[in-house]
């Protein structure tokens, strides 16, 4: 079956800008994780849906940063005001609820660079 | 809270020989350990997981790791290293209940030399 999607793969924007990143999970999986990848690091949570709502939200580094997940499916990343240290891979994942040990799938990631 | 250490960046090792990749946890509770591989320009794939029913796991491509609970580690081996194993690892750590957060370590670049 189909994996997690993501985009678009790149985008480049300018410093001060508004960007939205889409991830469309594995069909069935309702939940739903942001990560963030900087260059030369691992992955770092941002956020995570059950459903439509947000459940764990703390790894958000501020408030320019929101996502939202309306139908329980499709999620998307919104960040106002772009900084040049937002650049960094967005990786979105999604793993069944039912599963004990919380397997997670990952999608390819958006790569954003702020100019 | 959650930790994960990866010692070593890079490792560099010739084909044919064994791969180590060492990891060490930090968990309040029973954790739940996972192993993943990014080749270059593509998203993380699962090669392992330790879910507690047995502490050695076997993977994809060959891998397998080990818990070792008294040394809270979980390092990721392969008997004979492969070119198409040349690729950044990471080390993750997970729990169950309302925290399903993973937590990753910084990640190994693997170099398989001919």
């Known amino acids: 079956g189909a994996g997690v999607s993501q985009t678009p793969s790149n985008k480049v924007t300018e410093k001060g800008k508004y960007v939205e990143l889409r991830c469309d999970p594995i069909?069935?999986?309702?939940?739903l994780y942001w990560y963030r990848q900087s260059l030369g690091q691992g992955p770092e949570f941002l956020i995570y849906?059950?459903?439509?709502?947000?459940?764990?939200d703390s790894g958000l580094p501020n408030d320019r940063f929101f996502a939202v997940r309306p139908e329980g499916s499709v999620s998307t990343l919104k960040i106002q005001r772009t900084e040049r240290g937002d650049s960094a891979v967005y990786l979105c994942?999604?793993?069944?609820?039912?599963?004990?040990?919380?397997?997670?799938?990952f999608g390819p990631g958006t790569r954003l660079t702020v100019l | 809270a959650q930790s994960v250490t990866q010692l070593g960046s890079h490792v560099s090792v010739s084909e044919g020989a064994l791969v180590l990749l060492r990891c060490n946890y930090s968990?309040?509770?029973?954790?739940?350990l996972f192993w993943y591989v990014q080749y270059p320009n593509q998203g993380l794939q699962l090669l392992l997981k330790?879910?507690?029913?047995?502490?050695l796991v076997k993977g994809i491509n060959g891998f397998e790791a080990e818990f070792k609970k008294s040394e809270t580690s979980f390092h990721l081996t392969k008997p004979s290293a492969h070119m198409s194993d040349a690729a950044e690892y990471f080390c993750?750590?997970?729990?169950?209940?309302?925290?399903?957060?993973?937590?990753f370590g910084s990640g190994t670049q693997l170099t398989v030399l001919p």
């Open positions: 069909s069935g999986h309702t939940a």
């Open positions: 994942a999604s793993s069944d609820p039912g599963s004990s040990y919380n397997e997670q799938f």
């Open positions: 849906f059950q459903g439509t709502g947000a459940a764990d």
């Open positions: 993750a750590v997970g729990r169950s209940g309302s925290a399903r957060q993973l937590t």
């Open positions: 968990s309040s509770v029973p954790p739940y």
């Open positions: 330790y879910t507690s029913a047995a502490t």
